[in-house]
């Protein structure tokens, strides 16, 4: 098998998750989904994406980014949804999404890991993230096979209800999620090392006298508050309270490399 591998990650949990299924299947490419790649490896006939469920549903830069790779019909195209329990309809959107351009969503899998969404609290105990990501790898194993022997499988889906409520809030907040980095801000620990800056992956903060500007380009990914050395950047008036998330497999250096 010739493959290659697109993930997009703010955390690591994805680019972790990319990386297991890439050593599953015998070294297949990774790439990061950024800009426009308007090909993918001429030679890959199984061709994989690898992303973040962002508030129940596909991230725009994971569209876009979608949206401007040429399509092969004759490819075997899979997908992984990376959540922490409520993986709702992303990946079923993700299959409407590519049926619109004349190719076939082959598998989909829902992988869970530890929530990095720290305004809504932390990401569990060690215990329980150790145990989440035990069962995640187990989990990457057999969709790892799945995709490797090229089979067709539904695309796994949250319960109904998740279906239908939050497919809905995830429609009507879509476009406001660029803005919803006004609740950001950055408390006197802040040392000016604009780590936040370099680690955005919608390249969404400059530095302005020494501090993090948020541009309103937000993709609510939350790497520049779970990345920050200091824990200097605070989301609303709760995260404070909580620690702070990010695998604990992926280091900075590797988050930089992706965005570079």
């Not at 936040?196 to 380009?217: D, F, L, T, Y």
């Amino acid at each position: 098998m010739s493959g290659i591998i697109y993930h997009y990650t703010g955390t690591g949990n994805s680019l972790w998750t990319a990386r297991e299924f890439a050593a599953q299947l015998g070294g297949a490419a990774l790439a990061p989904m950024k800009g426009k790649n308007t090909r993918q490896d001429a030679a890959a006939d199984t061709v994989g994406f690898i992303f973040p469920v962002h508030m129940w549903g596909i991230p725009g830069v994971v569209i876009e980014f979608i949206k401007s790779l040429k399509k092969n019909p004759d490819v075997y195209y899979f997908a992984v949804a990376v959540n922490a329990g409520q993986v709702s309809r992303t990946l079923v959107q993700l299959k409407e999404l590519l049926a619109a351009e004349g190719v076939k969503l082959s598998s989909g899998f829902s992988v869970e890991l530890p929530s990095n969404y720290v305004p809504w609290g932390g990401p569990g105990t060690d215990k329980e993230m150790k145990e989440q990501f035990e069962k995640a790898r187990a989990y990457i194993k057999e969709a790892s096979a799945i995709v490797g022997k090229k089979e067709k499988r539904a695309a796994d889906k949250g319960p109904l209800w998740q279906r239908i409520v939050f497919t809905w809030i995830y429609k009507m907040s879509f476009k406001w999620v660029f803005q919803m980095d006004r609740d950001f801000t950055v408390d006197e620990k802040c040392d000016s090392c604009g780590i936040c800056a370099k680690v955005c992956p919608a390249g969404n903060i400059e530095m302005k006298s020494g501090k993090p500007a948020w541009n309103h380009k937000c993709e609510q990914c939350l790497a520049c508050i779970q990345w920050c050395p200091k824990a200097a950047i605070q989301y609303g008036n709760k995260t404070s309270l909580y620690p702070r998330y990010h695998h604990p497999e992926v280091k900075l250096s590797d988050m930089l490399d992706q965005i570079k």
